[in-house]
Protein backbone atom coordinates (compact mmCIF):
# COMPACT_ATOMS: atom_id res chain seq x y z
CA UNK A 1 0.00 0.00 0.00
CA UNK A 2 0.99 3.45 -0.76
CA UNK A 3 2.70 5.54 2.41
CA UNK A 4 -0.86 7.53 2.83
CA UNK A 5 -2.65 4.46 3.00
CA UNK A 6 -0.47 2.80 5.82
CA UNK A 7 -0.32 6.07 7.81
CA UNK A 8 -4.26 6.58 7.31
CA UNK A 9 -5.23 2.71 8.72
CA UNK A 10 -1.91 2.69 11.41
CA UNK A 11 -3.86 5.90 12.39
CA UNK A 12 -7.04 4.24 13.10
CA UNK A 13 -5.43 1.70 14.12
CA UNK A 14 -3.79 3.65 17.06
CA UNK A 15 -6.91 5.57 17.63
CA UNK A 16 -9.04 2.13 18.22
CA UNK A 17 -6.26 1.64 21.06
CA UNK A 18 -5.05 -1.35 19.19
CA UNK A 19 -1.53 -0.36 18.32
CA UNK A 20 1.38 2.13 19.23
CA UNK A 21 3.11 4.74 16.69
CA UNK A 22 6.40 5.26 17.40
CA UNK A 23 6.31 9.00 17.30
CA UNK A 24 10.30 9.35 16.68
CA UNK A 25 10.87 6.90 13.75
CA UNK A 26 14.42 5.25 13.72
CA UNK A 27 16.26 6.70 11.37
CA UNK A 28 19.72 5.22 8.93
CA UNK A 29 18.65 3.43 5.52
CA UNK A 30 18.02 5.34 2.49
CA UNK A 31 14.67 7.08 1.99
CA UNK A 32 12.29 8.83 4.48
CA UNK A 33 12.28 6.48 7.99
CA UNK A 34 9.73 4.52 8.92
CA UNK A 35 7.05 4.59 12.05
CA UNK A 36 7.61 1.65 14.38
CA UNK A 37 4.45 0.04 14.82
CA UNK A 38 3.74 -2.38 17.99
CA UNK A 39 0.34 -3.95 19.36
CA UNK A 40 -0.44 -1.81 22.46
CA UNK A 41 0.71 -3.30 25.73
CA UNK A 42 -2.04 -1.96 27.46
CA UNK A 43 -4.86 -2.39 24.55
CA UNK A 44 -7.33 -4.46 24.63
CA UNK A 45 -7.39 -8.44 25.35
CA UNK A 46 -10.14 -11.74 25.22
CA UNK A 47 -10.62 -14.26 27.15
CA UNK A 48 -8.93 -17.83 25.82
CA UNK A 49 -9.83 -21.05 28.02
CA UNK A 50 -9.25 -25.08 27.68
CA UNK A 51 -11.07 -27.44 29.15
CA UNK A 52 -8.45 -30.81 28.85
CA UNK A 53 -8.18 -34.26 30.44
CA UNK A 54 -6.39 -32.91 33.77
CA UNK A 55 -7.80 -29.67 34.55
CA UNK A 56 -9.02 -26.09 33.19
CA UNK A 57 -6.72 -22.99 31.57
CA UNK A 58 -7.89 -19.65 31.42
CA UNK A 59 -6.00 -16.54 30.71
CA UNK A 60 -6.46 -13.37 28.23
CA UNK A 61 -4.59 -12.72 25.80
CA UNK A 62 -3.64 -9.52 23.72
CA UNK A 63 -3.53 -9.04 19.99
CA UNK A 64 -0.77 -11.11 18.23
CA UNK A 65 -0.98 -14.81 20.42
CA UNK A 66 0.18 -12.87 23.83
CA UNK A 67 -1.08 -14.68 26.49
CA UNK A 68 -1.10 -12.12 29.47
CA UNK A 69 -1.47 -14.70 32.78
CA UNK A 70 -2.59 -18.30 32.45
CA UNK A 71 -4.19 -19.85 35.42
CA UNK A 72 -4.49 -23.67 35.55
CA UNK A 73 -7.33 -24.33 38.01
CA UNK A 74 -8.58 -28.40 38.77
CA UNK A 75 -11.61 -30.00 37.00
CA UNK A 76 -15.10 -29.22 39.33
CA UNK A 77 -15.79 -32.16 41.03
CA UNK A 78 -19.39 -32.02 39.30
CA UNK A 79 -17.99 -32.71 35.14
CA UNK A 80 -21.75 -31.95 33.71
CA UNK A 81 -21.25 -29.53 31.05
CA UNK A 82 -23.13 -26.72 32.80
CA UNK A 83 -21.34 -26.35 35.62
CA UNK A 84 -17.96 -27.37 34.05
CA UNK A 85 -18.76 -23.87 31.39
CA UNK A 86 -19.47 -22.49 34.42
CA UNK A 87 -16.59 -22.53 36.17
CA UNK A 88 -14.48 -21.75 32.83
CA UNK A 89 -16.42 -18.47 32.72
CA UNK A 90 -16.41 -17.36 36.24
CA UNK A 91 -12.65 -17.74 36.28
CA UNK A 92 -12.71 -15.90 33.05
CA UNK A 93 -14.32 -13.25 34.34
CA UNK A 94 -12.33 -13.15 37.72
CA UNK A 95 -9.26 -12.28 35.16
CA UNK A 96 -11.41 -9.57 33.05
CA UNK A 97 -12.67 -7.66 36.31
CA UNK A 98 -8.63 -7.53 37.59
CA UNK A 99 -7.50 -6.09 34.27
CA UNK A 100 -7.44 -2.74 33.67
CA UNK A 101 -7.66 -3.11 29.99
CA UNK A 102 -10.88 -3.96 28.14
CA UNK A 103 -12.29 -7.39 27.56
CA UNK A 104 -13.50 -8.16 23.59
CA UNK A 105 -15.11 -11.61 24.02
CA UNK A 106 -13.91 -15.29 24.51
CA UNK A 107 -13.34 -18.48 23.03
CA UNK A 108 -13.01 -21.63 24.34
CA UNK A 109 -10.90 -25.25 23.32
CA UNK A 110 -12.60 -28.49 24.01
CA UNK A 111 -11.03 -31.83 23.16
CA UNK A 112 -13.82 -32.94 21.62
CA UNK A 113 -15.23 -32.65 18.42
CA UNK A 114 -17.47 -29.21 17.78
CA UNK A 115 -20.56 -28.77 14.88
CA UNK A 116 -20.21 -25.69 13.00
CA UNK A 117 -22.25 -23.21 13.21
CA UNK A 118 -24.20 -24.42 15.71
CA UNK A 119 -21.87 -25.29 18.26
CA UNK A 120 -22.75 -28.92 19.97
CA UNK A 121 -19.92 -31.07 21.14
CA UNK A 122 -20.42 -34.52 19.54
CA UNK A 123 -18.01 -37.88 21.07
CA UNK A 124 -17.10 -36.08 24.11
CA UNK A 125 -16.30 -38.73 25.96
CA UNK A 126 -13.84 -37.19 29.00
CA UNK A 127 -16.20 -36.26 30.84
CA UNK A 128 -19.22 -37.95 29.27
CA UNK A 129 -21.06 -35.46 28.51
CA UNK A 130 -24.66 -36.76 26.19
CA UNK A 131 -23.61 -35.80 22.58
CA UNK A 132 -24.96 -32.44 20.75
CA UNK A 133 -24.64 -30.99 23.89
CA UNK A 134 -25.19 -26.95 22.61
CA UNK A 135 -21.68 -26.45 24.48
CA UNK A 136 -21.90 -22.67 22.61
CA UNK A 137 -25.06 -21.58 23.59
CA UNK A 138 -24.33 -22.53 27.64
CA UNK A 139 -20.82 -21.09 27.62
CA UNK A 140 -22.47 -17.90 26.26
CA UNK A 141 -25.27 -18.01 28.65
CA UNK A 142 -22.62 -18.66 31.46
CA UNK A 143 -20.46 -15.50 30.34
CA UNK A 144 -23.72 -13.92 30.48
CA UNK A 145 -24.52 -14.32 33.81
CA UNK A 146 -20.38 -13.61 35.07
CA UNK A 147 -19.40 -10.38 36.28
CA UNK A 148 -17.00 -9.27 33.52
CA UNK A 149 -16.82 -5.98 34.84
CA UNK A 150 -17.05 -2.67 33.68
CA UNK A 151 -14.57 -2.72 31.00
CA UNK A 152 -16.00 -5.63 28.81
CA UNK A 153 -17.88 -5.11 25.42
CA UNK A 154 -21.37 -5.19 25.21
CA UNK A 155 -22.78 -7.10 23.64
CA UNK A 156 -20.22 -9.46 24.55
CA UNK A 157 -19.03 -12.64 21.51
CA UNK A 158 -17.79 -16.15 22.25
CA UNK A 159 -17.46 -19.25 20.46
CA UNK A 160 -16.44 -22.25 21.39
CA UNK A 161 -13.63 -25.24 18.78
CA UNK A 162 -11.85 -28.27 19.49
CA UNK A 163 -8.33 -27.76 20.66
CA UNK A 164 -6.48 -29.93 17.67
CA UNK A 165 -8.36 -27.07 15.32
CA UNK A 166 -7.07 -24.28 17.54
CA UNK A 167 -3.56 -25.55 18.24
CA UNK A 168 -3.32 -26.27 14.32
CA UNK A 169 -4.43 -22.65 13.97
CA UNK A 170 -1.96 -21.29 16.84
CA UNK A 171 0.99 -23.28 15.14
CA UNK A 172 0.18 -21.27 11.64
CA UNK A 173 0.60 -17.98 12.94
CA UNK A 174 2.90 -18.18 15.79
CA UNK A 175 4.66 -21.29 15.59
CA UNK A 176 6.13 -24.29 13.60
CA UNK A 177 3.51 -23.63 10.63
CA UNK A 178 4.55 -20.31 10.13
CA UNK A 179 4.64 -19.82 6.38
CA UNK A 180 3.03 -23.15 5.29
CA UNK A 181 0.08 -23.26 2.89
CA UNK A 182 -1.16 -26.33 3.55
CA UNK A 183 -0.72 -27.22 7.29
CA UNK A 184 -1.71 -30.51 8.71
CA UNK A 185 -1.22 -30.89 12.58
CA UNK A 186 -0.95 -34.27 14.15
CA UNK A 187 -1.33 -34.66 17.98
CA UNK A 188 -2.64 -36.68 21.14
CA UNK A 189 -2.77 -35.12 24.52
CA UNK A 190 -4.45 -37.46 27.69
CA UNK A 191 -6.54 -40.07 25.04
CA UNK A 192 -6.95 -40.82 20.94
CA UNK A 193 -5.83 -38.58 18.80
CA UNK A 194 -6.47 -35.12 16.93
CA UNK A 195 -5.94 -33.70 13.39
CA UNK A 196 -6.30 -30.42 11.83
CA UNK A 197 -5.68 -29.16 8.67
CA UNK A 198 -4.58 -25.15 7.60
CA UNK A 199 -5.09 -23.89 4.13
CA UNK A 200 -3.80 -20.87 3.10
CA UNK A 201 -4.55 -19.05 6.77
CA UNK A 202 -7.58 -20.67 6.96
CA UNK A 203 -8.66 -23.45 9.19
CA UNK A 204 -10.62 -26.42 7.14
CA UNK A 205 -13.17 -27.77 9.00
CA UNK A 206 -15.51 -29.81 6.46
CA UNK A 207 -19.32 -28.89 6.14
CA UNK A 208 -20.29 -29.17 9.56
CA UNK A 209 -16.91 -28.42 11.61
CA UNK A 210 -16.10 -31.94 11.88
CA UNK A 211 -12.96 -32.55 9.26
CA UNK A 212 -9.82 -34.24 10.07
CA UNK A 213 -11.30 -36.81 12.97
CA UNK A 214 -8.00 -38.55 11.50
CA UNK A 215 -8.19 -40.79 15.00
CA UNK A 216 -10.39 -43.67 13.54
CA UNK A 217 -8.12 -44.39 10.60
CA UNK A 218 -6.97 -48.34 10.94
CA UNK A 219 -3.43 -48.68 11.10
CA UNK A 220 -3.76 -52.16 12.35
CA UNK A 221 -6.78 -54.28 11.92
CA UNK A 222 -5.54 -56.69 14.75
CA UNK A 223 -4.41 -53.71 16.80
CA UNK A 224 -6.08 -52.96 20.20
CA UNK A 225 -9.54 -51.98 20.42
CA UNK A 226 -10.94 -48.08 19.86
CA UNK A 227 -13.51 -46.43 21.69
CA UNK A 228 -15.40 -46.43 18.52
CA UNK A 229 -16.26 -49.96 18.57
CA UNK A 230 -13.30 -51.48 16.03
CA UNK A 231 -9.68 -51.99 16.33
CA UNK A 232 -6.12 -50.47 15.30
CA UNK A 233 -7.23 -46.89 14.73
CA UNK A 234 -4.51 -44.30 15.61
CA UNK A 235 -6.62 -43.21 18.38
CA UNK A 236 -5.46 -46.57 20.19
CA UNK A 237 -2.16 -47.33 18.81
CA UNK A 238 -0.46 -44.00 18.83
CA UNK A 239 -1.83 -42.54 22.22
CA UNK A 240 0.07 -42.62 25.53
CA UNK A 241 -2.17 -45.73 26.74
CA UNK A 242 -1.00 -47.31 23.31
CA UNK A 243 2.72 -46.36 24.45
CA UNK A 244 2.38 -47.42 28.31
CA UNK A 245 1.19 -50.89 26.72
CA UNK A 246 3.93 -51.47 24.06
CA UNK A 247 6.68 -51.06 26.88
CA UNK A 248 4.46 -53.63 28.62
CA UNK A 249 4.24 -51.34 31.51
CA UNK A 250 1.18 -49.43 33.36
CA UNK A 251 0.94 -45.54 34.02
CA UNK A 252 0.63 -44.31 37.70
CA UNK A 253 -3.04 -43.55 37.66
CA UNK A 254 -2.50 -40.67 39.97
CA UNK A 255 -0.07 -38.76 37.59
CA UNK A 256 -0.94 -37.14 34.78
CA UNK A 257 -1.25 -39.35 31.68
CA UNK A 258 0.50 -37.61 29.18
CA UNK A 259 3.33 -36.50 30.88
CA UNK A 260 4.06 -40.01 31.89
CA UNK A 261 3.91 -41.36 28.39
CA UNK A 262 6.12 -38.15 27.24
CA UNK A 263 9.02 -39.26 29.79
CA UNK A 264 8.87 -42.98 28.32
CA UNK A 265 9.19 -41.72 25.21
CA UNK A 266 12.45 -39.33 25.95
CA UNK A 267 13.87 -42.42 27.67
CA UNK A 268 13.84 -44.48 24.55
CA UNK A 269 17.57 -43.52 24.03
CA UNK A 270 18.69 -45.36 27.18
CA UNK A 271 16.03 -47.96 27.80
CA UNK A 272 16.04 -50.42 25.08
CA UNK A 273 12.31 -51.48 26.25
CA UNK A 274 11.42 -47.66 25.98
CA UNK A 275 12.67 -48.16 22.45
CA UNK A 276 10.97 -50.75 21.24
CA UNK A 277 8.10 -49.40 22.29
CA UNK A 278 8.80 -46.29 20.59
CA UNK A 279 9.13 -47.83 17.38
CA UNK A 280 6.65 -50.03 17.25
CA UNK A 281 4.32 -46.85 18.15
CA UNK A 282 5.94 -44.97 15.37
CA UNK A 283 5.50 -47.23 12.74
CA UNK A 284 1.95 -46.93 13.45
CA UNK A 285 2.05 -43.21 13.24
CA UNK A 286 3.84 -43.50 10.06
CA UNK A 287 1.31 -45.51 8.22
CA UNK A 288 -1.32 -43.09 9.29
CA UNK A 289 0.61 -39.89 8.53
CA UNK A 290 0.99 -41.68 4.95
CA UNK A 291 -2.85 -41.84 4.72
CA UNK A 292 -3.25 -38.35 5.54
CA UNK A 293 -0.55 -37.24 3.43
CA UNK A 294 -1.42 -38.66 0.14
CA UNK A 295 -5.13 -38.12 0.82
CA UNK A 296 -4.27 -34.06 1.64
CA UNK A 297 -0.99 -33.33 -0.12
CA UNK A 298 0.64 -30.35 3.26
CA UNK A 299 2.93 -28.73 2.47
CA UNK A 300 4.26 -29.39 6.35
CA UNK A 301 3.41 -31.61 9.18
CA UNK A 302 3.51 -30.25 12.73
CA UNK A 303 3.21 -33.06 15.60
CA UNK A 304 2.66 -31.88 19.23
CA UNK A 305 1.42 -33.96 22.29
CA UNK A 306 2.99 -37.24 22.32
CA UNK A 307 3.58 -37.61 18.95
CA UNK A 308 6.30 -34.79 19.45
CA UNK A 309 8.07 -36.91 21.53
CA UNK A 310 8.13 -39.77 19.23
CA UNK A 311 9.26 -37.68 16.40
CA UNK A 312 12.33 -36.42 18.41
CA UNK A 313 13.01 -40.13 19.05
CA UNK A 314 12.76 -41.72 16.04
CA UNK A 315 12.80 -38.76 13.11
CA UNK A 316 14.76 -41.23 10.37
CA UNK A 317 11.97 -43.83 11.53
CA UNK A 318 8.92 -41.79 11.27
CA UNK A 319 10.00 -40.32 8.03
CA UNK A 320 10.84 -43.36 6.22
CA UNK A 321 7.80 -45.17 7.04
CA UNK A 322 5.72 -41.72 6.11
CA UNK A 323 8.12 -41.65 3.03
CA UNK A 324 8.02 -45.38 1.95
CA UNK A 325 4.24 -45.30 1.79
CA UNK A 326 4.29 -42.15 -0.64
CA UNK A 327 6.06 -42.86 -3.61
CA UNK A 328 5.14 -40.30 -5.85
CA UNK A 329 6.47 -36.35 -5.93
CA UNK A 330 7.03 -34.18 -3.05
CA UNK A 331 4.39 -35.93 -0.51
CA UNK A 332 7.29 -38.61 -0.06
CA UNK A 333 8.81 -35.67 1.28
CA UNK A 334 6.76 -33.83 3.78
CA UNK A 335 8.79 -31.84 6.31
CA UNK A 336 7.64 -33.46 9.93
CA UNK A 337 8.20 -30.95 12.20
CA UNK A 338 7.58 -30.49 16.02
CA UNK A 339 4.96 -28.25 17.54
CA UNK A 340 6.48 -24.58 18.86
CA UNK A 341 3.18 -23.00 20.42
CA UNK A 342 3.41 -23.34 24.35
CA UNK A 343 0.00 -23.80 25.86
CA UNK A 344 -1.35 -23.68 21.58
CA UNK A 345 -4.96 -24.29 22.52
CA UNK A 346 -4.88 -21.06 24.77
CA UNK A 347 -2.99 -19.17 21.77
CA UNK A 348 -5.91 -21.04 19.56
CA UNK A 349 -8.35 -19.54 21.52
CA UNK A 350 -7.46 -16.21 21.67
CA UNK A 351 -6.96 -16.27 18.01
CA UNK A 352 -10.55 -17.55 17.79
CA UNK A 353 -11.82 -14.93 20.02
CA UNK A 354 -9.80 -12.13 18.27
CA UNK A 355 -11.07 -13.27 14.69
CA UNK A 356 -14.35 -10.99 14.98
CA UNK A 357 -11.79 -7.94 15.22
CA UNK A 358 -9.20 -9.00 13.23
CA UNK A 359 -11.84 -9.25 10.22
CA UNK A 360 -13.06 -5.91 11.12
CA UNK A 361 -11.19 -3.52 13.49
CA UNK A 362 -14.34 -1.14 14.01
CA UNK A 363 -15.70 -3.46 15.74
CA UNK A 364 -13.46 -2.82 18.89
CA UNK A 365 -16.00 0.52 19.26
CA UNK A 366 -18.18 -1.55 19.30
ZN1 LIG B 1 -11.70 -45.87 16.34
Do not use: K
Not at 201 to 226: F, I, N
Request: glycine share 12%; proline share 8%; hydrophobic share 45%.
Amino acid sequence: MTRATAGAVSGELEALGLITVDSRPAGGGRGRPSHRLAVDPAGPVVIAAQIHADGLSVTLAGLGGQLVQPVHLPLPAATDPARMLRAVAEAGAELARSSARRCLGAALALPNPVTEPDGTALAALHFAWPSGTPVADLFAEQLRRADLGPRARAPFPSAVANDANLAALAEHRHGAGRGARHLLLVTSGHRGVGGALVIDGRLHTGSAGLALEVGHLTVDPQGRPCQCGNRGCLNSETDPDALFAAAGLTPDPDRPLLGQARALARSAAEDPRAREAVERVVDRLGLGLAGMVNILNPDRIVLSGLHLDLLAAAPERLAAVVADRCLWGRSGRVPIVPAEVTHAGLVGAAELAWEPYLDDPQAVAG
